[in-house]
């Protein structure tokens, strides 16, 4: 008899939630998707979907066949090393962490743990996200599958090199803040507060979204349009 895998969330917030809600978009429910967080703040959301959520990692862990740790870069050691004792050869680890490579996720996690880095983007949200994923050295294609049978409604899954994945967050985990036409029409939200999900402070789509500014992209992108519209204006006068 099929049994459908158990998820698990470490970390409540943004892009934990697109890719929980990509994938309730397939064939998971939420009865079989749990969410671990310190604080309760982003955990209405996911209750709202169906699914459970605990303040307990290890609870998430223990309960789990694939283990998304969804936590910003500077916790990542922290929350593996408390649950590394939890962690079996069953069990399929998924970083989303930026700048978190394979080899310190697997030096900080039992020897065989099974080990896929991945970087999604919040469009996921609405199953137009772009997702690229990388295996360790102990995960094999059956489990690189088995992440690409759950994502596959999040939008685009592919598998590369790590040495991609880096610039993948620039290009498609930071660049939806350069420009997400869809999850504006289909998210009802002000384009400020997009911006604000997808930037975490001190991360790489803040430091894009910097370098846009020095660059006067605000100012050039409003230039060419009164420029069209005015020289509408003069074609419709001839």
Known sequence: MYKPLRIGFIGAGNMAFGIAKGMLSGNVLPVNIKVSAPSSRNMKRFQEVGISVTHSNAEVVCGSDVVFVAVKPHLVRLVLSEISQYV???????????????????????????????????????????????????????????????????????????????????????????GAGRLLRDSGKHPAQLRSEVCTPGGTTIYGLHTLEQGGLRASVMSAVESATERARELGSK
Do not use: Y
């Open 88 to 178: 079996t050869k069953k069990h399929i680890v998924v970083s989303v962490a930026a700048g978190v490579t394979l080899s310190v996720l697997e030096e900080l996690l039992p020897e065989n743990s099974i080990v896929i880095r991945l970087m999604p983007n919040l469009p996921c949200l609405v199953q137009e996200g772009a997702l690229l994923f990388t295996r360790g050295a102990n995960a094999k294609q059956e489990h690189g599958d088995v992440l690409r049978s759950l994502l596959h409604c999040c939008g685009l899954v592919e598998e590369g090199p790590e040495a991609w994945i880096d610039i993948h967050t620039g290009l498609s985990g930071s660049g939806v803040a350069f």
